[in-house]
T-cell receptor
Framework: DGGITQSPKYLFRKEGQNVTLSCEQNLNHDAMYWYRQDPGQGLRLIYYSQIVNDFQKGDIAEGYSVSREKKESFPLTVTSAQKNPTAFYLC????????????FGNGTRLTVT | KNQVEQSPQSLIILEGKNCTLQCNYTVSPFSNLRWYKQDTGRGPVSLTIMTFSENTKSNGRYTATLDADTKQSSLHITASQLSDSASYICVVTLSNSGYALNFGKGTSLLVTP
């Protein structure tokens, strides 16, 4: 079955440590996205990538980094510079912009203590 | 300021009843409006996508309407089921900026027996 796989589902880290969240898709989609979801708030865009080896900052990119070395993969690193990293992180992909629906993974819940 | 407002914030209905969720937006220029369903701890799943020229779109028991003049959309759920318990998210896309999605905070629906 085609889809988006995020791993792990739950992640715990100590403050000051970098952590990388995995996102893999087998939908052959060009575009991939990372969103952050906090209670009572709408999804906020961290980074997106339209094609391999290219990515753009979203609304809240500070303290995060990404890479897009392969079409299928778009890992997100939460660095120690992110002041409030505890959140639910969602990865998504789409064939392209505009009227294409987003296909979401099932998220990674990151807790930093 | 969030440009997509959803109401009510939460809703409880009895199984078998109908309900309507509201979405008002100020995003302009408008490209399309999407409704997503998000089960707890999972990624959102697309229900409908409507462009400027469409005023209604159905997906099974879900019917979305769009009034582009008043910038309002609604999601009507018919004959609710326990599995409809979820958060419903309205998303508006800016025209000519397909990667810029504006997410509402969602309406949390609980269907009780």
């Amino acid at each position: 079955d085609g889809g988006i796989t995020q791993s792990p589902k739950y992640l715990f880290r100590k403050e000051g440590q970098n952590v990388t969240l995995s996102c893999e898709q087998n939908l052959n989609h060009d575009a991939m996205y990372w969103y952050r979801q906090d209670p009572g708030q709408g999804l906020r865009l961290i980074y997106y990538s339209q094609i391999v080896n290219d990515f753009q900052k979203g609304d809240i990119a500070e303290g995060y980094s990404v890479s897009r070395e392969k079409k299928e993969s778009f890992p997100l690193t939460v660095t120690s510079a992110q002041k409030n990293p505890t959140a639910f992180y969602l990865c998504a992909s789409s064939p392209g912009p505009n009227n294409s629906p987003l296909h979401f993974g099932n998220g990674t819940r990151l807790t930093v203590t | 300021k969030n440009q997509v407002e959803q109401s009510p914030q939460s809703l409880i209905i009895l199984e078998g009843k109908n309900c309507t969720l509201q979405c008002n937006y100020t995003v302009s220029p408008f490209s399309n409006l999407r409704w997503y369903k998000q089960d707890t701890g999972r990624g959102p799943v697309s229900l409908t996508i409507m462009t400027f020229s469409e005023n209604t779109k159905s997906n099974g028991r879900y019917t979305a309407t769009l009034d582009a003049d008043t910038k309002q959309s609604s999601l009507h759920i018919t004959a609710s089921q326990l599995s409809d318990s979820a958060s419903y998210i309205c998303v508006v896309t800016l025209s000519n900026s397909g990667y810029a999605l504006n997410f509402g905070k969602g309406t949390s629906l609980l269907v009780t027996p």
